[in-house]
T-cell receptor, first 111, second 113 residues
Framework: AQSVTQLDSQVPVFEEAPVELRCNYS??????LFWYVQYPNQGLQLLLK??????LVKGINGFEAEFNKSQTSFHLRKPSVHISDTAEYFC?????????FGTGTRLTIIP | DGGITQSPKYLFRKEGQNVTLSCEQN?????MYWYRQDPGQGLRLIYY???????QKGDIAEGYSVSREKKESFPLTVTSAQKNPTAFYLC????????????FGQGTRLTVV
């Protein structure tokens, strides 16, 4: 079975400060990892994905994530956040055709 | 433009009534998904389908049913057996393969009174 744990339900950050959103996964076999973003009352859109190769993955809007196999983590980072980054962020794991999401982290930017 | 269309955006139903949520995609994707979103619980997988006339239960399938008669359509029926049907429902699709990006509709907010 596959699962994803997002350790923080809410993260407040001052504007222009760095942020890290944490994600840990569990699976007995190799999986593929994704980060999605959801703006209020909308569907989700892809930020980035880890398939294989380099453990540092760059995505849209200045976000990046680091895959750590030994710690089974895939944390999302941004060096300097903006008001427009206010949204909910979801980590997801995919094995075969099943796509499973975490509980989400609400990122709030403080002006 | 290609994309996924969910309709309606808002839906109200009386308790005890079945209701069907529509999901149509013109992306030529084989795999389609239904998720339920509740505050603090993230997205929970209800059903998914990889091919026409075949689908698999997700993690919270009880009280729901689906059909996949056409590649582009994957309607979800919320039955009266679903204990807490009020939620935000999201449909998604993607190409076959675990490494492909999922595309989402704008969601349907179902309120049962």
């Amino acid at each position: 079975a596959q699962s994803v744990t997002q350790l923080d339900s809410q993260v407040p950050v001052f504007e222009e400060a760095p942020v890290e959103l944490r994600c840990n996964y569990s699976s007995s076999v190799s999986v593929y990892l994704f980060w999605y973003v959801q703006y209020p009352n909308q569907g989700l859109q892809l930020l980035l994905k880890y398939l294989s190769g380099s453990t540092l993955v760059k995505g849209i809007n200045g976000f990046e994530a680091e895959f750590n196999k030994s710690q089974t983590s895939f944390h999302l980072r941004k060096p300097s956040v903006h008001i427009s980054d206010t949204a909910e962020y979801f980590c997801a794991v995919s094995r075969y055709e099943k796509l499973t999401f975490g509980t989400g982290t609400r990122l709030t930017i403080i002006p | 433009d290609g994309g996924i269309t969910q309709s309606p955006k808002y839906l109200f139903r009386k308790e005890g009534q079945n209701v069907t949520l529509s999901c149509e995609q013109n992306l030529n994707h084989d795999a389609m998904y239904w998720y339920r979103q509740d505050p603090g619980q993230g997205l929970r997988l209800i059903y998914y389908s990889q091919i026409v006339n075949d689908f698999q239960k997700g993690d919270i399938a009880e009280g729901y049913s689906v059909s996949r008669e056409k590649k582009e359509s994957f309607p979800l029926t919320v039955t009266s057996a679903q204990k807490n049907p009020t939620a935000f429902y999201l449909c998604a699709s993607r190409l076959l393969g675990p490494n492909t990006e999922a595309f989402f509709g704008q969601g349907t907010r179902l309120t049962v009174v």
